[in-house]
């Protein structure tokens, strides 16, 4: 966390030997990307991507409105970039190295059989009515097929809307639904950490109110018995075997959506983030080659799950853009035991690898022994991504697992950024433990007081962005007025993130957390809005409010404040079912950690809970509650602390 620890840790040399940039070529190219951006993002464009025909224009947005348009009137299609220009150089390269749960089941897809895979299921998803701006949802374990599911879609124009395997079936349909989804692409059963996760079932709970799903397709990966409507389900092998093998790659607008993603914000239900084609592919493919420092020969690993961003842009679409070979892990870093990922490392020759602090401080809990029984020499760059990496964790992860040998890269972006907004490059960088660092190219973060103005040189305050970027989203599908009140109403003209962040005297940016109501369980966003919805759905709770707390492992844990219907008693029991409704109903990682009853809430006079103080009481920082005389009723502050939780 942002704690003003400035030990710095200058570009080890073997690095720089090979890196694609040192110190003055990203000054240069940072400055040429501020300076004359028009230019600047038609050469990479030009390098990094194939285009059926040129943009008219590369940039056009208006933040006010707001609008923002990339490379328009230009033509590519994803699924070509991705694979087809490949075919030639490295058509027997391995694009995609799958290693299932159990330890050893491996499968691997050359360049040329993920061709044929995407051409096939992009005939069959055709053959099924899906046509061109049609939405697919994607609700899948970590198997190759989803990569396959997310490249067939963009091949014919059809966006994808991948919901995490840990969603609820209600999750499910409340997705399935807001995008109109008339295919599910689903599997019989996912396998994850030796559990079995009913994919099928949940989907089947999900569709029976979804009136637009047509056809779900599924895949084989248990082969357990599960239930069939013939009518409605087809076998994703029976719908491919008969498929040609080829499929021409429909060309799209630069600006033609390509996926649907929801998360999770302050307020109301999860937001279908938009994101659209060119823009989107061009900064996945550019992040991925700089930040990662990515070579050819590299083998390359995210651990993340392609239900989040990180796995659409650093799983999927940024390495296959750039001909990598990508790893797909199917189950946790704790299965069979805490050196799984060690063992991958050495067995798979991993020379990049890219996970997020939960991860890690999970991994550095088992002690030193599980990473050291294994060599992994291979390993050249680290990467972190999702939450405020703090610096033991991070030391931890530099000395322990990199051997002190290899660049920490600390990444911050969001679902909404599309792509890596900052983050060090390894041979240009100079690290600082807890610390994103720099800007990417293109990107000009800043901060902002309460009354809007910006902070200059070093300071605290709101993390906003200036200017457009390829890779950001574009609107909130469905609900244009949600996308500008939510991101550009705070600072009229400017991108507002929804974090804190810090910039210290040498320009390095340190991003302190959210300063909304969005939690961050282990990385995974969650509004408190969700949590509490899902509670007051039980006929004994009255009102209920949610905050995070500081939690080990998990970054933020779940604390969970309920004021029950009168007549009614807590008990752990009813703790429990709680509990157990709000998995039920989001999905596990949604699961409070704590519940207190609450026989009143704080709340100001106008009736507005007052969330810092709730805070306050669940982190146990009592000393800086700070003014509680505007509440309606002070007397339910002293209840609370005194009946306070403290985790175990
Ligand atoms: C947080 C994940 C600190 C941040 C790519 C952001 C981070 C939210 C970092 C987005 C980081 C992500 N350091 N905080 N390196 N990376 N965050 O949409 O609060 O799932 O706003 O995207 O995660 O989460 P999302």
Redesign the pocket.
Known sequence: MANGNDELYPVPTEIASRAHLDKAGYEAMYRRSIENPEAFWAEQAERFIHWFRPWDRVMDWDFKEPRIRWFEGAELNVSYNCIDRHLETRGDKTAIIWEGDEPGDTRRFSYRELHEAVCRLANGLRARGVRRGDRVCIYMPMVPEAAIAMLACTRIGAIHSVVFGGFSPHALRDRILDADCKLVITADQGVRGGKIVPLKENTDKAVTECPGVETVVVLRRTGAEVPSSPDRDIDYHELVEDMEPHCEAEPMDAEDPLFILY?SGSTGKPKGVLHSTGGYILQAAMTHHYVFDYHEEDIYWCTADVG???GHSYIVYGPLANGATTLMFEGVPTYPDASRHWDIVDRHQVNIYYTAPTAIRALMRAGNEPVQQYSRKSLRILG??????NPEAWNWYHQVVGDGRCPVV??????ETGAIMIAPLPGATDLKPGS?TRPFFGVQPALMDADGRELEGEAAGNLVIKGSWPSQMRTVYGDHERFAQTYFSAYPGLYF???GARRDADGYWW?T??VDDVL?ISGH?LGTAEVESALVLHPAVAEAAVVGYPHDVKGQGIYAYVTLMAGKEGSDELSDELMDLVRDEIGAIARPDIIQWAPGLPKTRSGKIMRRILRKIAADELDTLGDTSTLADPGVVDNLIDNRIKPD
């Open positions: 998360t989040w961003v990180t972190t991504v999702g939450e405020p990496i600390d990444t911050w972006w969001q679902t994103a993130t929804g974090d991003i957390g959210r961050n966003r």
